[in-house]
Each structure stands twice: as C-alpha cells, then as structure tokens.
C-alpha cells in the first residue's frame, strides 16, 4: 500500500465528482438550440451558477479551461495584449504556467519587473508595482514551499496605478475561501484536480473589464475569451468537487495542519542539519525541506521503494537535477536546497502516514548522505 504525500501535484477525484461526471456524461453541445443541446446548456449552467456562487462572483464571470495552465496563459498573454504599456510585474517563485509565459512575453520584448523573495518565500518590497503595467501577476499560495503571497497589498498597490492584477490561485481553490468580486483582481486561476475534481478542466475568473484579450480563436463560447465546446461533464464535475472541498475546508485545514506540524516536529528532531522551506504563513498542508548532502530525486527514488509517495514539488525539476527556481530565488544554494523534498498532505492522509514516513525517512537521508559524500 502505498503512503501519498503528493496532494499539491494533483488529487484522487471525490466521489461526488465522479457521480457528477457521470450523470453529466452523455451531454451533447451545449451550444445547439434544440432540445438535447439546451439540456447540456442546464448542466453547464448550474456548474457555472455554482462555481459563481462559492468563489463571490457572478456566473458570467466564470470561464471553463482545460487547465490551470491554459487559465494562466490567457489571462497574462490576454491581459497583456489588452494592454500598451508593454511592461508586465511578476515574482521569480511562479509556476512554470506563468513563469514560462512571463518569459515568452519578454521574448516578445516586454519589459518584465520580478519582485524579490526573501528567505521566507514571500515577496516584500512591492514598489515595482508603482508604476503601471498590462498585467501585474503573482501566485496565491507557492506550489513548492506553500508559502502564501501577501496578495491583498498586491493588488492595492497594483490597483492604485490602474494595472489589472492575475491571480494565480491554483493552490488555494477549494481550501482557503475568498470572494473574488470583493478581491479586486481582474483575474484568477483555478484548476479542478487540486480540489477533487477532473484533471483537463480549470477555471478562469475573469472580470468583464479589463478583460483579457483572446490568445486562441473560434466559435466564441466562453465569451469568447476561451472558444471551444466547453466539456459539461467536467463542469459538473469541477462544481460538485469544489463545493465539497470547500465545506470540509475549515476542518480539513485543522486536521492536516497538526498531522503536516507532527511530521516537521518529526523530522528535525530525528535528522540533522534540515533545512526548513515552508514557513507561516503557509497553507496547513505543504511541509517543504531540504536534506543537504543528498540530492532531491535519489531521495524521490529511495522513498518510492518503500512505498512513499512524495515529490520535490517543483514541475520541471523531475528528471533533471537541479535545484528548483524557487528555492534558487529564496537565496538558498544548489548545496544546501539540491536534496529537497514536498510532503504534500490533504483528505486521505493519516496518523498511519506520519509513523510511516518518520519511521523510515532518517536511514533514508542517512544512506542518500553516504553515497553522495562517496560519489
Ligand atoms: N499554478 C500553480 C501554482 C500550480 O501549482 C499548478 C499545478 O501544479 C498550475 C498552475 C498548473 O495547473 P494545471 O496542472 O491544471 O495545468
């Protein structure tokens, strides 16, 4: 049996989801005007209603994707085409969705303004949002260290020059609650897997103005802002997911945060010289470390043999190794952060789980030290 400590890279689906799914399967085009096709356009609504409901805004403003990716692209390369000041404020601890898109964006000779990140993993010195921007856009919650952005400042002081502000909220959806009308960013990212629903469907919020500008073309669904038959069951899916995660979600952070505190309190008091990447404010379920010494995908490997199933948290470190952008941008070196690893908790995680990973993760760092100080 194995022990999953990857709920931050993506989620088993919620059985509500599955029966959503299911009942929701056999929807044709809800863009057809007769009698089936305004059938798929009721579920379709009513995952939208709902969707609208829980994340405080109004259906319209509710856009179904195919992924977190795909929302991320179209809101910064959208928000960025919507505007002309040819100049876009990002961090350097994003995810490969925006940073990836932040860089083409650069290639297409944009002045691109990334705050600093301190050793704690949040930016601070917010004063490159001073002056205006197409697009000022900075992640809810980090996916490696859970660290969460002061967001609010954010889009105040983004907010003061006019600049439209992307949220990317992929970590936090279903597990933090918030109001995106009452926010103030003009978008926000969204992916069902992180929450129990589907993977290949994802949401953008997206304010009617300033709006992001099309990055693809076609039949105008979506209000045009991501043309394509929208896949119902996946929307149904993705609205019954995130209603359930987020009624469990107050109990849910409060159990996971004390199993996530014991399995830190574990590991520093068994393992020497640890380093610690998630500090508060962070969301209760991630606990990122580094092991210097060792390297992050022998650890990965190690702990797989015994059934442990834990990443290094960054996307486009797995089989490369290297160490993460972030850990790169808190200042840490490719010494120290090179062996690093996610714990990533969520609903299905036990007591049982904890034993289990500090039982076994100290001969783990022991034996991954030994070879890398003979190699
Ligand atoms: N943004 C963040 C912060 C993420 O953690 C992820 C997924 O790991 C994404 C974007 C991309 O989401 P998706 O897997 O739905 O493309």
């Known amino acids: 049996m194995s022990h999953y400590f990857d709920y931050a890279a993506t989620q088993p689906m919620r059985q509500c989801a599955i029966d959503a799914w299911v009942s929701a399967a056999a929807s044709l085009n809800p863009g057809a005007q007769y009698a089936s096709g305004r059938r798929a356009r009721s579920v379709l609504d009513e995952a939208r209603e709902t969707v609208a409901r829980l994340l405080g805004c109004e259906p319209i403003e509710v856009i179904f994707t195919s992924s977190g990716t795909e929302s991320d692209n179209i809101a910064v390369q959208g928000l960025y085409r919507a505007g002309s000041h040819k100049r876009v404020v990002s961090t ?63 889009i105040a ?15 936090v959806t279903g597990k933090l609650d918030f109001d995106f009308d009452s926010l103030g960013a003009a978008t926000l990212a969204a992916s069902a897997h992180k ?19 099309p990055i693809a073309f076609g039949g105008g669904q979506e209000r045009g802002i991501r043309p394509g038959t929208v896949d119902v069951a996946s929307a149904a899916g993705l609205a019954a997911a995130l209603d359930e995660s987020l009624r469990e979600s107050a109990a849910e ?26 500090v508060e404010p962070c969301l209760p379920s991630h606990l990122h470390v580094s092991f210097p010494g060792t390297d992050g995908d022998s650890l990965i490997l190690l702990l797989d043999q015994l059934g442990i199933e834990a990443s290094t948290g960054s996307a486009c470190h797995a089989g490369v190794n290297r160490m993460s952008h972030v850990l790169e941008a808190m200042g840490i070196t490719e010494h120290d952060g090179l062996g690093s690893l996610r714990f990533s908790l969520g609903r299905g995680t036990t007591e049982d789980d904890i034993d289990f990973v500090l039982a076994r993760l100290p001969e783990v760092i022991d034996r991954a030290r030994s070879v890398s100080a003979l190699g």
């Open 92 to 154: 350097p601890i994003e995810h490969p969705a925006i940073k990836e898109t932040v860089s083409y964006l650069a290639a297409q000779g944009a002045q691109v303004d990334l705050l600093d990140v301190g050793r704690d993993g949040r930016i601070h010195d917010l004063s490159a949002l001073d002056s205006p921007a197409d697009v000022a856009t900075c992640m809810w919650a980090n996916n490696e260290t859970g660290v969460i952005q002061p967001i609010d400042e954010f």
């Open 157 to 171: 002081r983004a907010s003061a020059v006019d600049t439209p502000v992307h949220i990317d909220a992929v970590q």
């Open 195 to 213: 929450f129990g629903g589907p993977r290949g469907i994802g949401l953008l919020l997206a304010r009617r103005a300033p709006a992001p500008q």
């Open 253 to 278: 952070s409060v159990r996971v945060g004390k199993l996530r505190d014991r399995l830190r309190e574990g590991i520093l008091a068994s393992i020497d010289n640890v380093l610690l990447n998630s």
